[in-house]
């Protein structure tokens, strides 16, 4: 018989339809490694060694169809130290966009910093220089808009621009919970699916 639509994406088609993306309309900013997929100490220099987190791709699904445009900032020093060329992690990243439209979601853009950190560039994070560049490629500002991440640098990376810092419990996010001090306003969540699934519940993509 025909497939009944189970009621979570019931509810999530219903707030699509509510919310119609324009440009840079509900961006989302996701870190790549502890978010998305595993973490690897070794970096990520294959498609092989690429493990997406149970849920994460359906996650991004989600918000895509609520109207969220997702975009991924990454810090990959793999690159400047020689680990993987960046031809290489354009082909991964080319293919992490075909998973996740496998999965029926859609990231708008993924912005790496390749620098090593005795480098000093402007983008790596802490710094804020990818999500300025987020801002400049969507022409629009990313202050109030939800950054999620599993570590410090993350989060001091969005509290920079004044973005709503999101931490997720995935990756490195347990350590970096014990590390918030009191008072934060820092949001915790289990993982990229319970995060969204807030996001989406409150109907902040406009």
Known sequence: GPVLPDRQSERLNAVSSIHRPESGAGLVVLDRDGVINRESADFIKSADEWLPL????????ALSRAGFTVVVATNQSGVGRGLISSSALEELHRRRVQRVGQAGGRLAGILSCPHRPEDDCSCRKPKPGLLRQIEARFGCSLKG???????????????????????????????????????????VFDDLAAAASALIGSGVSG
Not at 54 to 61: F, M, R
Not at 153 to 167: F, N, P, S, T, Y
């Open 145 to 187: 808009r939800p950054v999620i991440g599993d570590s410090a640098r993350d989060l001091q990376a969005a509290e920079a621009v004044g973005a709503r810092a999101i931490l997720v419990r995935t990756g490195n996010g347990i350590g970096t919970e014990q590390q918030i001090r009191s008072g934060s306003d820092v949001e």
């Open 54 to 61: 149970p849920g994460s791709l359906e996650a991004i699904a």
